[in-house]
T-cell receptor
Framework: EPEVTQTPSHQVTQMGQEVILRCVPI?????FYWYRQILGQKVEFLVS????????KSEIFDDQFSVERPDGSNFTLKIRSTKLEDSAMYFC?????????????FGPGTRLTVT | QKEVEQNSGPLSVPEGAIASLNCTYS??????FFWYRQYSGKSPELIMF????GDKEDGRFTAQLNKASQYVSLLIRDSQPSDSATYLC???????????FGAGTQVVVTP
């Protein structure tokens, strides 16, 4: 069964460093998302991406964040100058084309720890 | 502020009984609703979705949607210890697919 994959599973970085989180969405999906979940809190939407551009972003997704689809399979989230409060689980998700009724499938997540 | 609200629990359910989870949402423009199961430290796993008023059944799970009351529910029949997890309700609020999640209800199924 196709699945979303994410690497690395755990990333430890020092405050102020840049990190890149990688995702491989399900192959025929065209909508891609990043969410994050701070420990003990709800899952929060960061950004959606379609047709090689950002379709929507949340207030959290400021200039510190960027997304890219560098090739036909990978989808990346870059966090520049990381802060302690960026420590969270980051989930990538993808959705098939076809409108609002198609479900999103989540990857296993990357646990980011900023020290 | 658009919100999805859930009781945090824990909801304690005897094995074999029915677990009933509730969710309300504030954005009347929400189109579809999803129930995800999340085990501790893991990613959300889709259980089912619903977008029309009424009931939708899938195995031991039944989702119910009442758009007039802005209310979504999930019933888990014949609850098993493996059903012990946090159940997340999510509303899809636009055509790009953005999901707004509730905080989740923790379910504990006791043998």
């Amino acid at each position: 069964e196709p699945e979303v994959t994410q690497t690395p599973s755990h990333q430890v970085t020092q405050m102020g460093q840049e990190v890149i989180l990688r995702c491989v969405p399900i192959s025929n999906h065209l909508y891609f998302y990043w969410y994050r979940q701070i420990l003990g809190q709800k899952v929060e939407f960061l950004v959606s991406f379609y047709n090689n551009e950002i379709s929507e972003k949340s207030e959290i997704f400021d200039d510190q964040f960027s997304v890219e689809r560098p090739d036909g399979s990978n989808f990346t989230l870059k966090i520049r100058s990381t802060k302690l409060e960026d420590s969270a689980m980051y989930f990538c998700a993808s959705k098939a084309p076809g409108g609002a009724t198609y479900e999103q499938y989540f990857g296993p997540g990357t646990r980011l720890t900023v020290t | 502020q658009k919100e999805v609200e859930q009781n945090s629990g824990p909801l304690s359910v005897p094995e074999g009984a029915i677990a009933s989870l509730n969710c309300t949402y504030s954005d009347r423009g929400s189109q579809s609703f999803f129930w995800y199961r999340q085990y501790s430290g893991k990613s959300p796993e889709l259980i089912m979705f619903i977008y029309s008023n009424g009931d939708k059944e899938d195995g031991r799970f039944t989702a119910q949607l009442n758009k007039a009351s802005q209310y979504v529910s999930l019933l888990i029949r014949d609850s098993q210890p493996s059903d012990s997890a946090t159940y997340l309700c999510a509303a899809q609020t636009d055509s790009w697919g953005k999901l707004q999640f509730g905080a989740g209800t923790q379910v504990v199924v006791t043998p």
